[in-house]
């Protein structure tokens, strides 16, 4: 069964905490499961549908490994059946001594009959800093 979530919040929390585990299974079942659902990734064509979604959350989680993220929400605009999050994403952990640039991303959820599912995820890194 999937998991209910109530508000988009409960469903971007499952998002980033199964993300942080390398859960695949977790990940998916915040996805709306249907293929009018897409995911745009730095370096990635976009993604579009239920398999292509699955295709390339298994791997990012081929290493065995998560990511962890440190998440800042910026905005939200939510409004009937429909809420989209902007968030500052700040990779954790990262094997060098300077932190890498944060992502900017958008998530877009809608709600149907199971609750809020995530239909859009896209990010990109944030802009280089200005010439000193």
């Excluded at 905490?17 to 977790?26: F, K, R, T």
């Excluded at 549908?49 to 990012?60: C, E, M, N, S, W």
Aim: some cysteine; aromatic content about 8%; charged content about 15%.
């Amino acid at each position: 069964m999937t998991q209910p979530y109530n508000t988009p919040q409960e469903a971007e929390d499952a998002f980033y905490d199964a993300l942080d585990e390398g859960d695949l299974n977790q990940v998916l079942s915040v996805w709306a499961e249907t293929d009018d659902i897409c995911c745009l990734l730095p370096m990635h064509p976009l993604i579009q549908g239920r398999q292509g979604v699955t295709d390339v959350f298994t791997h990012l989680f081929s290493r065995g490994q998560g990511v962890s993220l440190a998440i800042a929400h910026l905005g939200w605009i939510e409004t009937g059946d429909i809420a989209i999050h902007q968030v500052e994403e700040t990779v954790q952990g990262a094997p060098t001594d300077a932190p890498p640039p944060p992502f900017y991303g958008t998530n877009i959820y809608r709600k149907d009959s199971t609750g809020w599912r995530l239909i859009v995820h896209q990010n990109a890194p944030s802009p280089p800093p200005p010439s000193p």
